[in-house]
């Protein structure tokens, strides 16, 4: 009778664990999915950053390149008042 009961709870014991075990693993699962959910929502900021940055950059160029081409203009009318 004794080995009897020390055997169930002996089983009890087993089963508490293993579902212990998955309980945890399910846990680690749920906060893995968390922090990557977490990580996109910044990879997709830190996207929208890096975009504003490269089209500011590009911005920046054709300003630039708009003004050497007015500057050019400029230079070639003067040259064209000169030889009229």
């Not at 975009?51 to 160029?61: P, T």
């Amino acid at each position: 009778m004794a080995s009897a009961i020390l055997q169930e709870i002996s089983q009890d014991e087993k089963e508490k664990a293993r579902i212990r075990s998955r309980k945890m693993a399910e846990m680690d699962n749920y906060s893995n999915m968390k922090v990557l959910e977490r990580m996109e929502k910044q990879g997709e900021k830190r996207g929208e950053e890096r975009s504003d940055k490269k089209w500011q950059a590009i911005v920046a160029d054709m300003k630039t390149e708009i003004y050497n081409k007015d500057d050019e203009i400029a230079r070639l009318k003067a040259e064209l008042e000169k030889r009229q």
